[in-house]
């Protein structure tokens, strides 16, 4: 799966989790299936800085 999240100088070794009050799916760790839907993302909301990382992992779903 896929993180998007804002360029930062250093590379993020563990996903950033959202506490933003105003999330889409509210406060937690957002992942895409899809390689596409994270660059979507990334151009959609990522604008900070203007420039945006997708880091990709393995995630387990039959133990949720």
């Excluded at 596409?36 to 990709?56: P, Q, V």
């Amino acid at each position: 799966m896929y993180h998007t999240q804002e360029h930062r100088l250093l590379q993020l070794s563990a996903p950033k989790k959202c506490e933003e009050k105003d999330a889409w799916l509210g406060i937690g760790y957002y992942f895409w299936d899809e390689h596409e839907d994270a660059i979507r993302w990334g151009n959609n909301s990522k604008k900070r800085t203007g420039k945006f990382d997708i880091y990709e992992g393995v995630i387990d779903c039959d133990n949720f």
